[in-house]
C-alpha cells in the first residue's frame, strides 16, 4: 500500500487541533467513510500527539480517561492504604484518588499503517471513552487505512474497539496477536471460572476475526521492523513490541507497568488486574531493567498521555521522565 497522505490540521502541529465546532455522528461517519453507530457530541476531538521513530510516523490517541479513587485497591494491593498514599504524596499526587488513561497506537511505517490496540469502542462511549476513531480522524487517517491490527493481550480496555455496530472495525486489516494470549481467552475451560467475562469479550470481538489473524510468539515480527516480546503475567501471553527504525527505538510495553509512579517505583507491588502477580512483578524488572540500561525510550498503555517516556533506575524501582524533544532533533 501506498503511503498514507495526511491531512494536516492547522499546519499540522504534533498535537492535533481542530476549530471549535461540534463532530456529530454524521461528521464522524463522513470522515470514515463508514456508518457508524457512535453517538459523539464532543466540542473537540480527543488529544493525539504525533512524533517519529526513524522513518516511522507514531500516532498517540487518548481514548480517554477516567478519575477511579481509592489507589490501594488497583496498586500495592498488599500494602497498607497509609504507604500507597504516602509514595502518591510524595510524588506530588493525591493519596485517595488516581486517573486512569488509555493510549492506543497507530505507526505508519510508509508500507503499512499498524495499530496497537483498539481501546473500549462502543461499550465505553457512555462514559466518555471509546474515542479513538474521533482521533483517528482528527489526525487525518480513516479506519479503512489500517492494514494490520496488532492486539498486545485480550483485556477489554485493548479488544472493545475491535467491532463496531457488530462489524469489523478495521475492514481492511489482518489482525497479529499473540499465539499464547489466543489460546487462553479463546479456550471453553474458562467457562465457570474469574475469567469467564474475558472469554466472553474474546468471542465476541477477536474469534470473528480469527481467519484473518497471525499468531506470534517471543521474537515473532509483525513486519519489518517490529518485533514481538514476551512480557506475561499482566496476562497469560501479554507481549509487548519493539519499534526500530534508521537507528531509533521505542519500545510498546502495553500494560507491563499500569502506573508511573506505583508500578515503575515499586514493581514488586502487587497490581489487582495483573492475573499472575508473581509473573507480573517479575516482567517489570526484566523490562524495565532493559529499557533503563539500553536508555530506550517506551509507551505505556496506561502512562499521563502521551504516554511516551523513558526510566531511570532508583532505589527500589524506576523514576518515569516523560519525553521531550529527544524525536524533534
Known amino acids: 500500500m501506498n503511503s498514507i497522505k495526511r491531512r494536516t490540521l492547522l499546519g499540522g502541529a504534533g498535537v492535533a487541533l481542530a476549530s471549535p465546532m461540534i463532530m456529530t455522528r454524521a461528521a464522524i461517519a463522513q470522515g470514515t467513510g463508514t456508518e457508524t453507530s457512535m453517538d459523539i457530541d464532543h466540542a473537540m476531538p480527543p488529544e493525539t500527539h504525533r512524533f517519529n521513530v526513524g522513518k516511522f510516523e507514531v500516532l498517540v490517541v487518548k481514548d480517554g480517561a477516567r478519575a477511579s479513587g481509592n489507589p490501594q485497591e488497583t496498586f500495592g494491593t498488599n500494602q497498607s492504604v497509609e504507604t500507597v498514599g504516602a509514595l502518591l504524596e510524595a510524588n506530588f499526587l493525591p493519596a485517595d484518588n488516581f486517573v486512569n488513561s488509555f493510549a492506543p497506537v497507530l505507526v505508519n511505517t510508509g508500507s503499512d499503517v499498524i495499530l496497537f490496540d483498539t481501546g473500549l469502542g462502543e461499550g465505553g462511549r457512555a462514559n466518555g471513552l471509546g474515542r479513538l ?5 482528527a489526525a487525518g487517517y480513516k479506519r479503512e487505512d489500517v492494514t494490520i491490527v496488532v492486539l498486545t493481550h485480550m483485556h477489554g480496555d485493548h479488544i472493545g474497539g475491535m467491532m463496531e455496530g457488530g462489524q469489523p472495525a478495521f475492514p481492511n486489516a489482518r489482525y497479529v496477536t499473540g499465539q499464547a494470549e489466543y489460546d487462553f481467552w479463546a479456550d471453553p475451560a474458562r467457562v465457570g471460572t474469574p475469567a469467564e467475562n474475558g472469554h466472553k469479550g474474546v468471542l ?39 519499534l526500530e527504525s534508521e537507528g531509533r527505538q521505542l519500545v510498546l510495553a502495553a500494560d507491563t507497568a499500569n502506573h508511573f509512579v506505583l508500578s515503575l517505583q515499586r514493581p514488586d507491588w502487587e497490581v489487582r488486574f495483573d492475573m499472575d502477580k508473581a509473573a507480573a512483578a517479575a516482567t517489570r524488572t526484566k523490562v524495565f531493567d532493559m529499557l533503563a540500561t539500553d536508555k530506550l525510550a517506551f509507551l505505556g498503555y496506561h502512562m499521563p498521555f502521551p504516554a511516551v517516556g523513558f526510566v531511570e533506575k532508583i532505589d527500589q524501582g524506576y523514576r518515569y521522565v516523560p519525553k521531550a524533544y529527544q524525536f524533534d532533533i
Open 133 to 137: 476513531a474521533e482521533g483517528l480522524t
Open 204 to 242: 465476541a470481538n477477536v474469534t470473528p476475526m480469527a481467519e484473518k489473524m497471525t499468531f506470534i510468539g517471543d521474537g515473532g515480527e509483525v513486519v519489518s521492523g517490529i518485533t514481538g516480546m514476551a512480557a506475561f503475567g499482566h496476562s497469560p501471553g501479554h507481549m509487548i513490541y519493539r
